[in-house]
């Protein structure tokens, strides 16, 4: 983890590379807005790849749905958010700037940069609510009667759609759908690079489960949450608070799964007071980045709040019939909520350092070494010829990068000295480097199987470490890493 100062150094790694580009830079730039290059495109799409993974593939009870954006109004009329999904607001008489009213003592002044919009002497509106979601018209009249909403969650076409997918998946509670998708809020103030950003993406899982008084008629009794409670294996006398814990107990395997273990993590559990007033409780998954430490992931039990409330909008329950008591009811959910956006940015901070070293001349440089986890590293590999003159390096180097970006994101680099080449690797997270050199083409020449016998330098990026390696054995020696 770097100092807090390396922010700037980080953004500007960022666009230097391809990972992150302001949105429409080209016209000025538009805030809360950003475009991922071709770095930030592969990294995105690993850790999207990851949780879908462990989030629905590796199990049995969660299974996966892609719904659209722009969804019927009455969703979010039926979910509050029409009414009350909103940020207090205040605006400054003078400069006429609109500042989110729990960020005003961290927001520098736009006229004197030196205060904050809390502490220059300028006069404020007291707060109002803003609503954070963005409003479009369906059809091709603008009227009151098509207004339509981009969505400001994925969540709730989770429960829209819940009971098609309990109808056609056939799964029995306890159960969960999962989906990941764009989402939309009109965030007053966008800040911290694209931590608080107007587009974003979400992962989510609603997880339904059977309410405590069920699991008490059918089991017996109920199991809450205590300390040493074992999590790894849910049992079916589980109640809200068990399955909260798990959730909260899963996600920090996933983080730890992908690099982020608990050095650069923290929990926060919300207080009765600070609960929405539907949930029972909820813990943010923290990231310590280098301007504080800040929300990951929201992981709440909702209780059956949504499903109740869906029921009452559409005039029918939005149920769930037990076969073994044989009655209906509504389920209840917890709800992990992480942003892939977020995600990214923090598994960029947690991988950036910097280390100290020599070049040919003697001369101190910094070199920036970029520790992803290989699992969601862009590049898993980059392939070198050792000299770009020398056409038989270059047909080897080329033959084993065809051969390898078959399984893995590969790079092929032939400019530069090798020790140029290694470092634009270690800047952009690229955990294995191969260079083919004279030993290489001599082992070929020997071998009865052209090609595959030589042998290649693997290069680790951590370690720096060097050893020789077949060719043949290339892709044996990196799948593992990355799995
Ligand atoms: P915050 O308090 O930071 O505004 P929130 O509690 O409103 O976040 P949730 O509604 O719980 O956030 O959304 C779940 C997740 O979606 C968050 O943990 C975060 O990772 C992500 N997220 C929410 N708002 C944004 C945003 N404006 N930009 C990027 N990611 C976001």
């Excluded at 920090?252 to 007071?273: A, N």
């Excluded at 001599?442 to 042998?455: S, V, W």
Aim: glycine share 6%; charged share 30%.
């Amino acid at each position: 983890m770097t100092e807090p100062a390396s922010m700037e150094k980080i953004v500007s790694l960022c666009k230097r590379r391809g990972f992150i580009f302001q949105s429409s830079e080209i016209y000025g730039g538009l805030n809360g807005f950003w475009d991922y290059g071709p770095l930030g495109a592969e990294l995105k799409r690993n850790l999207r790849d990851t949780w879908w993974k462990t989030m629905t593939r590796e199990r049995e009870d969660v299974v996966g749905l892609d719904a659209s954006i722009i969804m019927h109004p009455n969703i979010w009329k039926a979910s509050g958010h029409v009414e009350t999904f909103a940020d207090q607001m205040v605006d400054c008489k003078t400069c006429k700037g609109r500042f989110r009213a729990d960020h005003i003592s961290s927001i520098p002044c736009p006229q004197r940069p030196s205060k904050t919009v809390a502490s220059c002497a300028e006069e404020k509106t007291e707060p109002r609510p803003f609503n954070l979601m963005f409003k479009t018209h369906t059809g091709p009249l603008e009227s009151d009667d098509n207004i339509a909403y981009l969505r400001p969650e994925t969540a709730q076409a989770i429960f829209a759609q819940y009971k098609n997918v309990l109808d056609s998946s056939r799964q029995k509670l306890p159960f969960g759908i999962c989906q990941i998708g764009k989402a939309f809020r009109n965030e007053i103030t966008p800040r911290n690079y694209t931590f608080r950003s107007r587009e974003f993406e979400q992962m989510e899982l609603e997880f339904f489960i059977k309410p405590d008084e069920v699991i008490a008629q059918t089991q017996g009794s109920v199991a809450q949450w205590h300390e040493g409670a074992d999590l790894s294996q849910p049992q079916p006398n589980w109640g809200w608070e068990m399955w909260h814990r798990y959730w909260v107990d899963q996600r920090t395997r996933y983080y730890q799964s992908i690099g982020l273990g608990p050095d650069v993590l923290d929990y926060y559990w919300q207080k009765p007071e600070e609960l929405a007033h539907y949930a029972r409780a909820c813990v943010d998954i923290l990231f310590k980045f280098p301007f504080g430490t800040e929300e990951l992931e929201g992981i709440a039990a909702r209780g059956s709040f949504d499903l109740d409330q869906h029921s009452k909008f559409v005039g029918k329950p939005q149920d769930y019939f037990d076969e073994e008591i044989k009655q209906r009811y509504i389920p209840h959910v917890i709800e992990p909520s992480a942003g892939l956006d977020r995600l990214a940015l923090a598994v960029i901070c947690a991988a950036f350092h910097e280390e100290e070293s020599t070049d040919d001349k003697g001369k101190k440089e910094i070199k920036t070494i970029l520790r992803l986890h290989p699992k969601i590293a862009p590049y898993k590999c980059g392939i070198f010829p050792l000299l770009k003159n020398k056409p038989e390096l270059v047909e080897q180097a080329q033959n084993i990068y065809r051969r390898l970006k078959k399984q893995f994101t590969c790079f092929y680099d032939e400019s530069g000295s090798i020790g140029k080449r290694y470092a634009r690797q270690d800047e952009i997270g690229t955990p294995f480097c191969v260079t083919v050199d004279f030993e290489t083409i001599e082992g070929i020449k020997e071998g009865p199987q052209a090609g595959l016998l030589g042998t290649v330098t693997l290069r680790h990026r951590d370690s720096t470490q060097q050893e020789r390696v077949k060719i043949e054995e290339l892709d044996q020696r990196i799948l593992p890493a990355l799995s």
